[in-house]
T-cell receptor, first 111, second 116 residues
Framework: GQNIDQPTEMTATEGAIVQINCTYQ??????LFWYQQHAGEAPTFLSY????GLEEKGRFSSFLSRSKGYSYLLLKELQMKDSASYLC????????????FGGGTRLMVKP | DVKVTQSSRYLVKRTGEKVFLECVQD?????MFWYRQDPGLGLRLIYF???????EKGDIPEGYSVSREKKERFSLILESASTNQTSMYLC???????????????FGEGSWLTVV
């Protein structure tokens, strides 16, 4: 089985930087995904990491450390529209390469 | 752009009713998935299909069945709806028969089902 943990809720201020952590335990790690989900909408793909290090995409970056079973999503220059849930998902080759999702982190951006 | 369309956004059904949730994707994806999403539990995989007429159980298949008669369409069936199946249901699809690499999955907008 897999355990994926991420904080339930976070609050940050517009213009600031926020880091959302995700820890996981899996027997056959084969990639980690981050998704954004606005209330009442479908999750949308943000980033993918399979090797250690930082992947940067504009205001969003995602980091992975496979040895620590740890990832974070970094959001810079926060905007009100970044208020959403952020889902961490891990792919396990020993589970047919299926994705297992964490419970999501609800981020509230305040003015 | 990939489009995954779920036929019903909001449904209210009675206990014991048979419920069909339909999903269509327009990108010729081989893989299709049904998840349910509940507060605090995240997304849980119910069933998936990697080809027409093929289906595999996910983590929580009990009380559900699926049908994939055409490549673009994947249906979720609740044979006899129960109140604990009140949830948001998400359909998704992805490229290729091989589920590795950076191939992400694309989600539909969700179907909110209330069973009373």
């Amino acid at each position: 089985g897999q355990n994926i943990d991420q904080p339930t809720e976070m609050t940050a201020t517009e213009g600031a930087i926020v880091q959302i952590n995700c820890t996981y335990q899996t027997s056959g790690f084969n990639g980690l995904f981050w998704y954004q989900q606005h209330a009442g909408e479908a999750p949308t793909f943000l980033s993918y990491n399979v090797l250690d290090g930082l992947e940067e995409k504009g205001r969003f970056s995602s980091f992975l450390s496979r040895s620590k079973g740890y990832s974070y999503l970094l959001l810079k220059e926060l905007q009100m529209k970044d208020s959403a849930s952020y889902l961490c998902a891990v792919r396990d080759r020993n589970a047919g390469n299926m994705l297992t999702f964490g419970g999501g982190t609800r981020l509230m951006v305040k003015p | 752009d990939v489009k995954v369309t779920q036929s019903s956004r909001y449904l209210v059904k009675r206990t014991g009713e048979k419920v069909f949730l339909e999903c269509v994707q327009d990108m010729d994806h081989e893989n299709m998935f049904w998840y349910r999403q509940d507060p605090g539990l995240g997304l849980r995989l119910i069933y998936f299909s990697y080809d027409v007429k093929m289906k595999e159980k996910g983590d929580i298949p009990e009380g559900y069945s699926v049908s994939r008669e055409k490549k673009e369409r994947f249906s979720l069936i609740l044979e006899s709806a129960s109140t604990n199946q009140t949830s948001m249901y998400l359909c998704a699809s992805s490229l290729s028969g091989h589920l590795g690499g950076g191939n992400t999955i694309y989600f539909g907008e969700g179907s909110w089902l209330t069973v009373v």
